[in-house]
């Protein structure tokens, strides 16, 4: 009975799972920090055991991987090398969903030494938007034609009829980390160079997406897209982004944020969590040097951001709704950042009777050998289940789920520190996928 090691118990690791126990002889320890974590996930289902376990301690680690053949690691990025490290002294497999960080691809040689196999960026985005952008990169160039322009964007959101709020946003994670996701640079190609937006400029880059006419999407580039000329071996490539969608509205909202210092996180003493108690209003007077009454603090949003128009009404009236004129007395967190994430969390998750969807669209600027051009597409939607798994954790956790099982049966040989970036990685764990209806639609346009 093959035996797999689960780190963590995020939102993942249901349909990841689930996946596995399809085959009748799995048997999966999942292993949290906290017991009851893990015997909640185990609850309603057969052949799973739930531990404790800190990976912190890096001999109890390495003692629980030596008992199973493979360890599935969801737990945050950062402990990623010590779970190599620990599964490479004992010579089991590890499959993450994550970026290869540096840290961990240090391992590289070491994995191989071993024998063993590391697999990651297998959710969605890192994951399947690999496995369709290798596919349709493979095809054409075996058919002597050139990517000259390779257009990619991702974004987990609410469904429409749940986007009801001025971000048109929710979280179903740490809404710090998408904050500060805001705050990045960017870096992609643009007419054969490297083109530069500072982080504190990254809203102004933002345009309209056109993937279905019932969508009002808007992307922008996510951090740094220039490796992948290399990593897709497309250095033909003119102008290539991989980057985030998000509803219409959005970048202006968080523009605005922006300009009056909410996505900073120095520490502000009046914010510290042994302040006396303040209200939003004089939180927003202090930082804009001005009155608390509404009109004078709006008019000093004004003056800060240059808003106008319909756009000031919309944004003031969204501030309103967030409550920052208000006499509610904020949740102290240290900073202006992490005190408005605490707010954004109370009033931007995802009710039980509402869904999430995942929307993923790639766009290959493609030229043939006779100097004919030719654009295709690979579109993927997927939606959640109100009260059941969301779509986000589902297009995470079965790709995950998939590639551990293809490790496992032998499918998967290859050894080292890896992602999907052949096709002998790739178009196994695209079939199964699809199989269970896991899947993008390719179009010539």
Known sequence: MPQILLL????????????????????????????????????????????ALDVGDAQALEQCIGKHDIVISLIPYTFHAQVIDAAIKQKKHVVTTSYVSPAMLQYDQQAKDAGITVFNEIGVDPGID????????????QQGGKIVSFLSYCGGLPAPEDSDNPLGYKFSWSSRGVLLALRNDAKYWKDGEIAYTPGNRLMELAKPIHIYPGFAFVGYPNRDSTPYTTRYDIPECKNLIRGTLRYQGFPEFIKALVEIGFLDDTPVPHLASTSAAIEWKNVLSKQLNTLADEQSLINAIVAKTGLQGDEKERIINGFKWLGLFSDQKVHLRGNLLDTLCATLEEKMQYESHERDMVMLQHKFGIEWANGKKETRTSTGLWFGVPGGDSAMATTVGVPCGITTQLILDGVITKKGVLAPMTRDLVDPIMQELERVGIKMVEKIL
């Open 8 to 51: 963590g118990n995020g939102f993942v690791a249901g349909p990841c799972l689930d996946y596995l126990l399809k085959r009748e002889d799995n048997h999966v320890t999942i292993a949290s920090r906290k017991l009851e974590n893990s015997l909640a996930l185990c609850k309603g289902r057969v052949r799973v055991t739930g531990i």
């Open 130 to 141: 690999h496995l369709y952008a290798i596919k349709t990169i493979d095809e054409v160039h």
